[in-house]
């Protein structure tokens, strides 16, 4: 498990080798700012959530201390929050963001209600267990990736292992150190697909009941679209497809390849205004010293992580 020592540790290992204070953790050089500034790259949102949900604790955790279903919008803005802050805010912002995250981790304790794969009814599961915390960080690494290759040119071979190491960094704003965590892409790599074989993910009542209930929508204009559904779907690994009772039929799988074709042509010839997220550029814009983000990087924020402001927030 974490502990808010063990955290302290891993933070001051990152700000030893952060980009620095205003440029943050990682920088305007880096792969991660290339990466995680695209807004397609929320096309990998519902895929990331699923994988996660396959994990028996986050589950029970996200069923049990979560207002994922009755606030779902509330909930897609704190989550972007926090992981635009830790990747584009700066060092200090960073660090407050994963101290808040650790904080709010630490409450999300319980017993599991129900024997699901390895995992005993009774017994106990924490938010900051060092396991499932590199589960969480694994989904979000290579999704954003998969999906940036699904529609954007593919990094090299030498841009994955640069990218990778970022990733470490970005895994000691969980607290994760660099022994709990793949040494390079190809032990990543390994690690995804044992456990994409493992029973440590096995789907629960719980995961279903979840995923049923946010892919169709609390009202019908939070809805996903069919060719979303499909394309998060597809980039399932197939034992966990079925899992969550995702079937495709060939209007599915229609609609999705006619989504990506045409995201594909029109995507890539987006203004930058329009293609790259709000924290993104409310990072450029601190790195030119401006003090405030314009009147449209305020807008984007708040459809992003809901205020205007990523760098503005009490002190915690």
Known sequence: MVGEK?????????????AGPVAGVFGPSSLTWRIDREAVIFLGAGRALLLQLAHPWVAAAIAEHSSTLA???????????????????????????SR?????????????????????????????????LRWVHATLVETALMVHDLVLPPLSAEERER???EARLYGALF????????????????????????????VSPAARQIAEQIFRGARPWLRPPRWYRALAARMLPERLRAGFGLVLDARDIRAADNALTWIRRVYPKLPDRLRYV???????????????????????????????????????
């Open 71 to 97: 606030d779902p919008i509330g909930r897609f803005h704190r989550t972007f929050d926090i992981v635009f802050t830790m990747v584009f805010g700066s060092l200090d912002r960073a660090l407050l963001s």
């Open 6 to 18: 063990d955290l302290e540790a891993s933070l001051e290992t990152l700000r030893a080798n952060a």
């Open 278 to 316: 709000g924290p993104y550029q409310e990072a450029q814009a601190r790195l030119r010293g401006e003090p405030q983000p314009d009147w449209m990087i305020r807008c984007l924020n708040r459809a992003w992580i809901g205020r205007p402001q990523m760098d503005v927030r009490g002190k915690g």
């Open 163 to 165: 990218y990778w190491s």
């Open 175 to 202: 607290g994760l150190t660099g022994d709990d965590l793949p040494a390079d892409w190809s032990g990543f790599a390994a690690y995804n697909a044992a456990m994409a074989q493992s029973d440590t993910l096995t």
């Open 100 to 132: 808040q995250l650790h904080r709010r981790h630490s409450m999300i304790i319980g017993e599991m209600p129900e024997t699901v794969g390895p995992f005993a009814a009774g017994s106990r599961y924490c938010a900051n267990d060092i396991p499932a």
